[in-house]
């Protein structure tokens, strides 16, 4: 009876479990979602608990790691993110005029139509758009191996001719995934850029952001995020683009260095911070050779279990 009682007090109700399942597969590590919520399934044990929390969780993990899907015919990619969503389930792909229909909790598109007129720019704008796309395209071709870009009008695509202001956003993805060799990993990138016609100037605002996970023998993430801000003259489209890709290549560039820069330095800067300046035997820690000391032949020599 007091089993019974103590099972009733710690059993979580359909709301809990949701809500739950939902955290786990939202901060599922790149690409590893599908994994997640595989185990996530067997372990609840509540088909419909685990249907209402992928209902929720999915959408709002694949907008916010801005994943690319193909279109079922292979002619082109959809990136699914907040900017080019137009309803639930259909997102636009600027750079074919088309729009994809996409399984979220399946992570595929499994149909696409032609864009309709009110969802795409006027000529004005789809020449600015159109010239961003291209030269950003050389940029992330070279920068980024399996990276995919995409250039959306957010504010202004009614404008037909100089005088109004508008508003581009560069989305860049990159995905790096070997679960076979125990590391995932994700490049994202957001650069609003607002055309400014009556001050004749152009302000890029960026965000980047970086997540790795590695999970050989252990369980390490990196999540890491920078913003920036920039400006540049109103140009005409080629001109105007040609500057905004230098401007996102030296930010991201910029970037990428400092990281490398600060992890390369951990061994030398954060690591030495975390332990004591002098430990209990008051010796210094000789950093220089830490290879005269090893955890595993001095256990086993104090344990005597030595083979």
């Known amino acids: 009876m007091a089993d019974e009682e103590e099972h009733q ?31 996530l399934r067997s372990v609840l044990r509540d088909d419909n608990a685990y249907q209402m929390a992928a209902s929720e969780a999915f959408p709002f993990y694949n907008k916010t790691h801005i994943i690319s899907l193909q279109f079922p015919d292979r002619s082109g990619d959809v990136l699914v993110s907040s900017f080019s969503e137009i309803s639930e389930a259909e997102y636009l792909d600027p750079r074919t005029a088309q729009v994809g229909k996409i399984d979220h909790v399946r992570q595929i598109c499994t149909d696409i139509r032609p864009a309709k007129d009110e969802e795409l720019p006027t000529p004005y704008i789809e020449e600015y758009r159109c010239a961003l796309d291209a030269e950003v395209c050389k940029y992330v071709a070279e920068a980024y191996p399996k990276g995919v870009c995409s250039v959306y009008c957010i504010s202004g695509k009614d404008v037909e001719e100089p005088g109004s202001d508008f508003e581009l956003v560069v989305l860049i993805t990159a995905t790096r995934l070997s679960p076979q060799n125990f590391c995932n990993g994700s490049w994202r990138s957001i650069w609003n850029i607002e055309f400014m016609d009556e001050l004749q100037t152009v302000e890029v605002r960026g965000k980047m952001q970086v997540g790795a996970h590695y999970f050989e023998e252990g369980n390490v993430q990196l999540e890491a995020q920078h913003e920036c801000k920039d400006s540049t003259m109103f140009q005409s489209p080629d001109d105007s683009s040609f500057s905004l890709a230098n401007i996102i290549r030296h930010h991201e560039t910029e970037y990428m260095s400092s990281l490398e820069t600060s992890y390369s330095n951990l061994p030398d800067s954060t690591f030495k ?25 001095d256990i086993t020599k104090e344990l005597g279990i030595e083979k």
């Open 9 to 39: 007090e710690t059993e979580l109700s359909d709301n809990q479990k949701i809500d739950i399942a939902k955290w786990f597969l939202l901060n599922s590590p790149p690409g590893e979602i599908q994994y997640v919520a595989k185990d």
């Open 273 to 297: 911070d975390l332990r004591r300046k002098l430990p209990v035997t008051r010796t210094l820690f000789p950093w220089h050779n830490t290879m005269q000391f090893s955890l595993t032949r």
